[in-house]
C-alpha cells in the first residue's frame, strides 16, 4: 500500500483560492489512480475529483467543475487539488486517497469504500 499526508488547507474568503497537496511514498505511487474526497461534521465521505496514474484523464463532481482542478507530478509523488472562486459549502476536511481502481474517463465518479489507502485528511473553511 501507498502512505499519503495531505496538506495546504486552511482559512480563507468565499471566492479565495487553495491548494491543497497529496505527497505519498512508495515507489509504485505511479501506478495508482487518486482521488479527493472531503467530509463535511455530520455528512458523508463525498467524491471530489480524481486523476488517473498517468495524469490525462480526470474527473470531478458537478459542484466543483470549473472552479477545481487536479493534476499529479510522479516525479515528486505528488497529486495538487487548486481550488478557486471558494464557497461556504465547500468547507469540509479533506482527504486523498488512492486505488488501483481504472479511471475510465470524465464520468469517473467512485465511491469512497472504493479506496484502500488514505491520508489523514486537511480542513479546509472558507468563511463568507
Known amino acids: 500500500q501507498v502512505q499519503l499526508v495531505e496538506s495546504g488547507g486552511g482559512l480563507v474568503q468565499a471566492g479565495g483560492s487553495l491548494r491543497l497537496s497529496c505527497a505519498a511514498s512508495g515507489r509504485t505511487f505511479s501506478r495508482y489512480t487518486v482521488a479527493w474526497f472531503r467530509q463535511a461534521p455530520g455528512k458523508e465521505r463525498d467524491f471530489v475529483a480524481a486523476?488517473?496514474?498517468?495524469?490525462?484523464?480526470?474527473s470531478y463532481a458537478d459542484s466543483v467543475k470549473g472552479r477545481f482542478f487536479i493534476s499529479r507530478d510522479n516525479a515528486k509523488n505528488t497529486v495538487y487539488l487548486q481550488m478557486s472562486s471558494l464557497k461556504s459549502e465547500d468547507t469540509a476536511v479533506y482527504y486523498c486517497?488512492?486505488?488501483?481502481?481504472?479511471?475510465?474517463?470524465?464520468?469517473?465518479?467512485?465511491?469512497?469504500?472504493?479506496?484502500?489507502?488514505w491520508g489523514q485528511g486537511t480542513q479546509v473553511t472558507v468563511s463568507s
Open positions: 486517497g488512492a486505488s488501483v481502481s481504472y479511471h475510465s474517463g470524465s464520468n469517473y465518479n467512485p465511491k469512497s469504500y472504493e479506496y484502500t489507502s
Open positions: 486523476i488517473n496514474w498517468s495524469g490525462d484523464r480526470t
